[in-house]
């Protein structure tokens, strides 16, 4: 899935970012990825059709969840 966010992905990444903006010892955060083809090919579209196909008001949440991610990214004082 070419690094693809997947919901616990996501998840993890809020965290990450909203301890480094509030860690003392953190003066930067560089956020990569890992592989030889891509960095993020965007959602993971196997966890799309397996879970949240069926589930809409899951997916809704996960997209609230998915924006969040990205503000928090952006808000960081480390970036």
């Known amino acids: 899935q070419y690094n693809s966010y997947t ?3 996501v998840k993890a990444t809020i965290l990450a970012f ?3 903006s509030v860690d003392r010892e ?3 955060v560089v956020f990569t990825g890992t592989g030889d083809r891509a960095f993020c090919t965007g959602g993971n579209t196997k ?3 397996e879970y949240y196909a069926g589930n809409p008001q899951e997916y809704r949440q996960f997209m609230r969840l998915f924006n969040d991610m990205v503000s928090t990214i952006l808000s960081c004082d480390e970036t």
Request: without cysteine; hydrophobic residues 25%; proline residues 0%.
């Open 7 to 9: 919901t616990d992905m």
């Open 18 to 20: 909203r301890r480094a």
């Open 26 to 28: 953190v003066y930067s």
């Open 47 to 49: 966890e799309y059709s």
